[in-house]
């Protein structure tokens, strides 16, 4: 049945559970028997009343069982090879955010270390050219930290870990391009 056609149902000739759901053998009005068709409950919406009377005149019994076609037996294992997939990737990013950790903890100590330096103004600030542009901003210790991409002394993009503050006063404008980037219009 393609998108936006109807069919009237005749009769809802049997149920079956597939993957814990049900599906409606159904007779179409107006078509012969053997061109009835295995459908899910959510191409029958339009029929809830008939499924509701079918369900109660053939109650549920433990005997029935989940029934597994071939198709369905190949989805599960495209679904297992996914979900190992996806807990691998689980497994990656777990590891990430163990660095991600670790990055906070530095963070803090350059807040620590920043705040400190302020208060005797002691620190004297270099704008540094090898830093491209902001990823993202995130809030550590009660205070903003730049996520910057920089060049490393290898020519690689990698991420570091700046506080906003510091950035306002060495590279003001890659944090006013990455505020700009964020302005929408409406």
């Known amino acids: 049945m393609s998108e ?9 000739l049997d149920r079956r559970k597939i993957g814990g759901k049900f599906e409606y053998k159904i007779k179409w009005e107006g078509y012969p028997m053997s061109q009835s068709t295995w459908e899910p409950m959510k191409n029958l ?23 597994k076609s071939e198709s ?7 679904i297992n090879k996914k979900r190992k997939e996806e807990n ?17 903890l530095k963070i803090s100590k350059m807040i620590t270390n920043s705040t ?7 620190k004297t600030y270099i704008i ?3 830093l491209k ?13 730049a996520v910057v991409e920089k060049l490393n002394e290898e020519g690689n993009v990698e991420k ?5 503050e510091e950035l306002r006063r060495t590279n003001p404008w890659i944090l006013l391009n990455f505020y700009e980037s964020k302005i929408k219009f409406t």
């Open 4 to 12: 936006g056609e109807y069919y009237n149902i005749e009769k809802i």
């Open 160 to 164: 570091v870990y700046i506080p906003t």
């Open 45 to 67: 919406e339009t029929a809830k009343e008939l499924v509701e009377e079918y369900n109660l005149t053939h109650p549920i019994t433990n005997s029935q069982k989940t029934v």
């Open 72 to 78: 369905k037996k190949k989805d599960d294992t495209f």
């Open 116 to 122: 400190a330096n302020e208060n005797h103004n002691e």
């Open 133 to 145: 542009s902001v990823f993202t901003v995130k809030q550590q210790n009660q205070k903003l930290v």
């Open 128 to 130: 540094d050219d090898s």
């Open 88 to 104: 691998e990737e689980k497994s990656q990013q777990n590891y990430q955010d163990e660095k991600g950790h670790e990055d906070e």
